[in-house]
């Protein structure tokens, strides 16, 4: 068995669109190791979510996948829809962005809760009651007989996304993909999710992927952090270095320009100047040289490759901040 | 909850009377009379003046109006003068050939139109959901007294499977009933189908690209699933709709079919009497017409109610699954 749960390589997303194809997700190579958990951050339009449904294997209508994409050594974009659904909900879950909207509004929680465990687990409707209770009791949902009899609409914001949650938990899953799960929640309760995915994921030994645009939010909560900038992963490494050391400019940018759950509320905040390129149209070097203070010619003319700077730790830029001696090692 | 059950026993007692005046008022405005068809044509004036005078038609509108409404709230829908048969009898009559005409009718295009919506939204603008556009329209565009011929002739003429025309009661044996109603519903449903499929593949396309039917198949559930206990039931208000107003318009009777295929139905009593100014009879058909419109869309209210859980609170939440469709309210607001 190999440490690596996850193993993405130059995975490309398009979605046909009628500006022309989108290259959402455009080269990204990352890991994800057993147990582990990994940030993923980046402004709006970067690409988190196309990439997180592109692993998932559930893209947009007119879409294109190429690359590999190995989990557990099998590569997930060689399979059919069949085999998918025997992986999705006991291999991997997904949380979406919006617990409003990813719980059917005409439906119990009950089903919705059970659906999936009935049919993988093969267990009695019975067996699979009790498990739901013990799992809205495991995600802290209060008075979990009378919430399985609830509708959505009969439960707040942050309950319905405690109940995703356990939804995405039912038949323990070896990886669980969360994208966005809080930005539609309030601050205090955006926090009380975020812990609870870590709480689950380090005792149960689960593999994460939390997607967030805040990376202040994914540094303090995951084990390694990927920055991704149109369609491209700006840097990847250890989260509490990217944080503390980011190479990347854009990463250092993102840094001083979010309004994190985590700051005071009237924080100063850094806004980036510029906007992320097109596209569908996106420039011929680095996407993010347009934005970049210390860009140069070089930067326009060639993609940069991903860079080693320490140990587990890389950056795609030709030119990386903070640059100790010795360091510029290519990988 | 009283207000709402108040609210809309307004409105229905307001549609009713609107209908009956209304009604009344078209049959005063008409050239002719019943004493004129009673009498015949070479009645003189004076005649005609004395037999309406005899009916009590000589009283003034609102007067014969009211008098009418108030026996028809005590069940007492008059007697036909012509005929002289009472008009709840002649309703009583023909109403198990109209119902049974209009939910046949609705049950075959709901049968024929909820698969091919199904086929429609699951492969969208592909040749199959094109092919399937094309022949409903085709139906939409082919008129009822085109259709019952066509079919008359293929089935009955041709075929020699199934009867031209005539009604044979239920009482004489489901088979030949069911024989014999087959083709004039199957005239009124083609009319139907087209648009049925239309708004049923709509709303699901739409329903098939929200979030909550992705996190089911992020479940692993099969697409048929997904389809039919997920996204089927919130795509069906406006069908619910659609179907209720198809029925509360063929329960007034289909003029046409009912005539094209000789059936004894409300579409036949009515035509029969405007016909024969039988003022009596049409006001109180309409008025039945207007009550059974009222009772279709309260069941379709209720109906909203067992679709989507969220209408159950009272009139003022029932705007929400529409607004819910298109935007769902964020978490924002409930979670504090
Ligand atoms: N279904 C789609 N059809 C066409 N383009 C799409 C579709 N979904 C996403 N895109 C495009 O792909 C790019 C990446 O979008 P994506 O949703 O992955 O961004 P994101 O990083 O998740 O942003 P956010 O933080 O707002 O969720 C954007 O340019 C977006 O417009
Ligand atoms: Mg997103």
């Known amino acids: 068995m190999t440490a690596e749960l996850l193993e993405v390589t130059d ?88 617990p409003g909207r990813s719980l059917n509004p005409v439906v119990r929680i009950e089903r919705q809760l059970t659906e999936g465990m009935r049919r993988h687990l093969g267990i009695s409707r019975s067996e699979a009651n009790t498990r739901a209770l013990d799992l809205l009791k495991e995600v802290g949902v209060p008075d979990p007989e009378q919430r399985l009899r609830a509708y959505p609409h009969e439960l707040s914001g942050g309950m319905r996304q405690r109940v995703m949650i356990a939804v995405a938990l039912a038949c323990e899953p070896d990886l669980l993909i969360a994208d966005e799960p809080t930005t539609a929640l309030d601050v205090t309760i955006q926090r009380q999710v975020l812990d609870l995915l870590r709480r689950v994921q380090t005792e149960r030994g689960m593999s994460l992927m939390l997607i967030s645009h805040d990376l202040h939010v994914v540094a303090g909560r995951t084990d390694r952090t990927a920055v991704m900038y149109a369609g491209r992963l700006a840097e990847i490494g250890e989260s509490h270095e990217v944080f503390e050391d980011p190479r990347h400019r854009y990463t250092s940018a993102l840094l001083g320009a979010t309004p994190s759950i985590e700051h005071a509320r009237h ?49 795609a830029c030709l030119n990386p901040t903070n640059m100790r001696e010795g360091e510029l090692v290519g990988r | 909850m009283w207000s709402d059950i108040l609210r809309r026993g307004g409105y229905a007692l307001l549609v009713i009377l609107l209908v009956t005046i209304g009604v009344q008022a078209l049959m005063a405005l008409a050239p002719g009379s019943v004493a004129e068809v009673i009498l015949g044509e070479a009645a003189t004036p004076e ?66 139109a909820i698969p091919l919506a199904v086929l429609s ?83 699901l396309i739409g329903t098939l690209r929200e979030d909550y039917v992705a996190a089911a198949r992020a479940k692993g559930m099969t697409g048929t699933y997904v389809l039919f206990r997920h996204a089927f039931r919130p795509s069906s208000f406006s069908l619910l709709t659609i179907s209720g107003l198809s029925l509360a318009r063929l ?44 009772v279709i869309n309260m069941l379709v209210d209720v109906g909203y109610g067992a679709i989507d859980p969220r209408v159950r609170r009272g ?16 978490g924002k607001a409930v979670s504090a």
């Open chain 2, 47 to 112: 005649a005609v003046a004395a037999m309406n005078a005899e009916l009590g038609f000589d009283r003034p509108f609102f007067v014969q109006y009211f008098d009418w409404l108030f026996s028809a709230l005590q069940g007492d829908l008059g007697t036909s003068p012509i005929t002289h048969i009472p008009v709840t009898e002649a309703i009583m009559q023909r109403l198990p050939v109209t119902l049974e005409l209009a939910v046949l009718a609705l049950s075959i295009a709901l049968l024929v």
């Open chain 2, 251 to 294: 329960i007034g009777g289909t003029i046409i079919v009912e005539a094209l295929f000789v059936l004894p139905g409300i579409g036949q009593l009515i035509s029969s009497s405007i016909i024969q100014r039988d003022v009596v009879t049409v006001q109180g058909v309409v008025a039945f017409i207007a009550v059974g419109f009222v």
């Open chain 1, 267 to 315: 924080a100063p905040l850094n806004v980036i100047s510029g906007s992320l390129p097109s596209p569908t149209d996106p420039p011929p070097g680095c996407r993010f040289a347009p934005r970049c203070a210390a860009a140069s010619e070089a930067c326009d003319s060639a993609q940069p490759a991903m860079l080693g700077v320490g140990v587990d730790h890389a950056v």
């Open chain 2, 315 to 330: 009139p003022r939440a029932r705007k929400a699954p529409v607004a819910a469709k298109a935007r769902t309210t964020q």
């Open chain 1, 11 to 98: 995975l490309h997303a398009y979605i046909g669109s009628p500006k022309g194809v989108v290259r959402a997700v455009d080269g990204v190579s990352f890991d994800l190791r057993r147990g582990e958990a990994l940030g993923v951050v980046g402004e709006s339009g970067s690409g988190k979510s196309v990439m997180a449904r592109a692993i998932m294997g559930l893209m947009p209508a007119r879409s294109d996948r190429t690359g590999e994409i190995l989990f557990k050594g099998r590569d997930l974009l060689g399979l059919s829809r069949k085999e998918l659904q025997e992986i999705w909900g006991p291999q991997i879950a997904m949380v979406f962005q919006d």
């Open chain 2, 121 to 203: 939204a699951t492969f969208p603008n592909s040749g199959l959901d094109r092919g399937i556009n094309a022949v409903t329209s085709a139906f939409l565009s082919i008129p009822a007294f085109v259709a019952g011929p066509v079919l008359v002739f293929f089935f009955a003429v041709t075929m020699k499977t199934l009867p031209a025309l005539g009604w044979t009661p239920i009482e004489e044996g489901l088979g030949p009933n069911l024989r014999g109603a087959i083709l004039p519903a199957l005239a009124v449903a083609l009319t139907e189908i087209a648009a049925f499929h239309r708004v049923l593949r709509a709303d």
